[in-house]
């Protein structure tokens, strides 16, 4: 009997340990699977959040929508940027006629008389055909583009996008900045290219290239700003004075003129084919600096840059100290920061203030000078007849020159 209830007391107690390790299992397991904070929500939570957008909110998210995202559509940004300006984009078409005389041998009085008079004095005439683009910015038919589209052009005739063709006249040209201004007289009311501020324009905001680049016209092509202010120096053009727009839109000769517009449809910018070397880089005129100089060219027929009469490079430190240690080098130069000079043009305002090769420029008008690009601004900016005080350093002194500035006839 004794033994009876032992056996019994051990069955009840196995019970309540099985009961007790099935319970302690079934804790650790819902432990395990239960989620954690840092997990995402269930979708059905996600649902119910998006629910409670109201339908306002949703629109402005879909406004946000990046350009990039509304081109995978049916109809993209290029589009309707290409089709707000695309008929105002003309191709300009040029003829030049040249005459080469006979060799001055082929003059010579004995010469002349063992052929007889009958030769000719001159060789027969040959016709240069050039081809660029441009944009109408004015509805009587005013034509923006680059000077060295239309430069010593015989003949410029201006085509629209429907076919339609004007004899252009070249109404005023500058060098400096590479702009002209052409006149046509249509019979009626042209499409006008809006014009937008490159001032608002940022490294990494879209490019959009219109022209007819090559011969092939009406043509797009797309891209992005690369960087900004390049000046005409760094690009390898020491007779320009401009800071122009980078951008990877592919740019060719026969783009010269035509616009680079924004994602919008606005011209930032006048494309500029000026390195044949450049490989996935092209170059724009600010559409800001554009416009002041369009407003002069349809007023006076050109424009007037002050200068003084130097040749320049930027100069620091290490550079010339690189100079300095070089057992070759005609000259010693200051190891400081300020603007070289490398040539003094003859008969230049420069000259006649005593400016020498090898002065170092560091101030004008008391503002500091520590590139060739300030200096030139400097310059641009200021008035013609203007007296600039001018200080440099020669050798171990430092001096203080007056230079007058005067109208720049021909590129230096």
Known sequence: MRFSQISSSIRQFSSYLFALIIGVTLTVSTWQVLPS???????????????????????????????????I??????TAAVNRVGTAVVRIDTERTITRRIDPFM??????????????QQMPSEQLRGLGSGFIIDKGG??????????????????????????GKVQGIDEVTDLAVVKINPDKDLPVAPLG???????????????????????????IVSTLKRSSAQVGIADKRLDFIQTDAAINPGNSGGPLLNERGEVIGINTAIRPDAMGIGFAIPIDKAKAIALKLQRDGKVIHPYLGVQMVTLTPELAKQNNTDPNSPIQIPEINGVLVMRVVPDSPAASAGVRRGD?????????????????????NSRLGQLLQVKVQRGNQIQVLSIRTAELRDPV
């Open 142 to 167: 005013l034509v923006l583009t680059n000077a060295h589209v239309v430069d010593k052009a015989d003949k410029v005739t201006v085509r629209l996008k429907d076919g339609r063709t004007y004899e």
């Open 197 to 223: 501020s490159s001032d608002a324009v940022q490294v990494g905001d879209w490019a959009i290239a219109v022209g007819n680049p090559l011969g092939f016209d009406n043509t797009v092509t797309l891209g």
């Open 360 to 380: 170092v420029i560091v101030q004008i008008d008391r503002e500091p000078v520590t590139s060739a690009d300030k200096l030139q601004n400097l310059v641009e």
């Open 73 to 78: 559509g049916s109809s993209s940004f290029v």
């Open 107 to 120: 003059e010579d009085p004995f010469f002349r008389r063992f052929f007889g008079d009958g030769f000719p």
């Open 37 to 71: 904070q840092a997990e995402p929500a269930p979708y059905s939570a996600y649902t119910d959040a998006m629910n409670r957008v109201s339908t306002s909110d949703a629109s402005d998210i879909v406004a946000q929508q990046s350009p990039a995202n509304a081109a």
